[in-house]
Nanobody, 115 residues
């Protein structure tokens, strides 16, 4: 199993930046992939960014060029650097880990972008 703990959410003005962190309870080198999803009120949970075990990344079109996913093996942590934030980025952001082809989720962290 994998426990995931997110941090770094908060309130920011449009155009600002935030960095989310997701600490895993086991070595992230064992994980098939890690990702960030987000869910706005009344909407489905959508993929924001993913990074695989070999470092391949992919992003939702809406965040390309603004968000960057990265990982630190020494800290067993994945980050989401969010720049040029927009009000439409407001959502609860969830960390996801794929381990032995099972999905694990964090508790979520709120990101609110004011206009």
């Amino acid at each position: 199993q994998v426990q995931l703990v997110e941090s770094g959410g908060g309130l920011v003005q449009a155009g600002g930046s935030l960095r989310l962190s997701c600490a895993a309870s086991r070595s992230i080198a064992e994980l098939n992939a890690m990702a960030w999803y987000r869910q706005a009120p009344g909407k489905q949970r959508d993929l924001v960014a993913r990074i695989t075990s070999v470092g391949t990344t992919n992003y939702a079109d809406s965040v390309k060029g603004r968000f960057t996913i990265s990982k630190d093996h020494a800290k067993n942590t994945v980050y989401l650097q969010m720049n040029s934030l927009k009000p439409e980025d407001t959502a609860v952001y969830y960390c996801n880990a794929l381990f032995r082809w099972l999905n694990y989720w964090g508790q979520g962290t709120q990101v609110t972008v004011s206009s």
